[in-house]
């Protein structure tokens, strides 16, 4: 009984978010990977890759608190209470999600809530799958006289309705990420179809840097036929703008509307 009371005396409690990446494990930060080796319990989502869990000593409880994103078997509130219960019990907790924990991904509320009980947080970001994703598919943000600069914008807000943002975003001519926007595609088309871009090049990146990844290339009027044709579903990012015509399967479309016009003539 002596030796458990002074056990729980020695408990510092502390949280480290961690942004997991975009899926490879090997996207991981250094810093992310020494946070996991000092935890007593990972919290971890549905989008992380279970190799990951490996950094953690084997000893450390791994919890699984996230499904897709149509499923609330774990709300905020309950993953809330997870957080700060194991940091009270048992220290060091890492909570381990995909991407980066500013993105989209309530690190905020995850940091107010611990420090509402006085526990030390910390925040290791990660490579957002809205920067990392197309990067790998050779698609950047900005370039030369295509784009000057970009918008990562979600498809639905909370009330489970499009952003307000996405159509100002559709008004500008910079590169546009849609994230969690894949099931709301024609909706989404069609904002950009009324500012008469009909023929911006589009990109959908299904399992972004997975060995599961799916890319689809084309433009915003042949979009949701590709995406259905090609059976993409979440999760999946799309990317506006014209910085897509740089990815290589754009060229067959360059090609295709080239003969086009020049059959018209």
Same mark, same amino acid.
């Not at 791994?62 to 940091?87: C, H, P, W």
């Given at each position: 009984?002596?030796?458990?009371?002074?056990?729980?005396?020695?408990?510092?409690?502390r949280?480290?978010?961690?942004?997991?990446?975009?899926?490879?494990?090997?996207?991981? #930060?250094?810093?992310?990977?020494?946070? $996991?080796?000092?935890?007593?319990?990972? $919290?971890?989502? &549905?989008?992380v890759?279970?190799?990951?869990l490996?950094? &953690?000593?084997?000893d450390a409880?791994?919890?699984?608190?996230?499904? %897709?994103?149509?499923?609330?078997?774990?709300?905020?509130?309950?993953?809330?209470?997870?957080?700060?219960?194991?940091?009270?019990?048992?220290?060091?907790?890492?909570?381990?999600?995909?991407?980066d %924990?500013?993105?989209?991904?309530?690190?905020?509320?995850?940091?107010?809530?611990?420090?509402?009980?006085?526990i030390?947080?910390?925040?290791?970001?990660?490579?957002?799958?809205? $920067?990392g994703?197309?990067?790998?598919?050779?698609?950047?943000?900005?370039?030369?006289?295509?784009?000057?600069?970009?918008?990562?914008? #979600?498809?639905?807000?909370?009330?489970?309705?499009?952003?307000?943002?996405?159509?100002?975003?559709?008004?500008?001519?910079?590169?546009?990420?849609? $994230?969690?926007g894949?099931?709301?595609?024609?909706?989404?088309?069609?904002?950009?179809?009324?500012?008469?871009?009909?023929?911006?090049?589009? &990109?959908?990146?299904?399992?972004?840097?997975?060995t599961?990844?799916?890319?689809?290339?084309?433009i915003?009027?042949?979009?949701?036929?590709?995406?259905?044709?090609?059976k993409?579903?979440?999760? &999946?990012?799309?990317?506006?703008?014209?910085?897509?015509?740089?990815?290589?399967?754009?060229?067959?479309?360059?090609?295709?509307?080239?003969?086009?016009?020049?059959?018209?003539?």
């Amino acid at each position: 009984m002596i030796l458990n009371q002074i056990e729980k005396q020695t408990i510092e409690p502390r949280i480290t978010l961690v942004g997991a990446g975009p899926g490879d494990p090997d996207l991981l #930060t250094l810093k992310g990977v020494k946070a $996991l080796k000092t935890a007593a319990v990972v $919290l971890y989502d &549905a989008l992380v890759n279970e190799a990951l869990l490996n950094f &953690a000593p084997a000893d450390a409880i791994k919890t699984y608190v996230g499904k %897709r994103s149509d499923d609330e078997t774990f709300s905020q509130e309950v993953v809330n209470k997870l957080m700060i219960d194991y940091a009270l019990n048992y220290g060091h907790v890492v909570r381990l999600k995909s991407g980066d %924990r500013f993105v989209f991904a309530r690190g905020y509320e995850e940091i107010d809530i611990a420090e509402s009980y006085s526990i030390p947080t910390e925040m290791i970001p990660g490579i957002s799958s809205a $920067l990392g994703v197309p990067g790998l598919q050779k698609i950047p943000m900005v370039y030369s006289k295509l784009s000057e600069s970009f918008w990562v914008v #979600t498809g639905t807000n909370a009330a489970g309705e499009i952003s307000p943002d996405l159509y100002v975003a559709a008004k500008s001519n910079a590169t546009i990420v849609v $994230l969690m926007g894949i099931e709301k595609i024609a909706a989404i088309a069609s904002i950009f179809k009324a500012e008469g871009k009909t023929d911006l090049p589009v &990109a959908v990146i299904e399992n972004g840097s997975s060995t599961q990844e799916n890319v689809v290339v084309g433009i915003v009027e042949t979009i949701e036929e590709l995406i259905i044709e090609k059976k993409i579903t979440s999760p &999946a990012l799309l990317v506006f703008g014209h910085v897509v015509s740089l990815h290589p399967q754009f060229n067959a479309i360059h090609q295709f509307y080239s003969i086009l016009q020049q059959e018209e003539y």
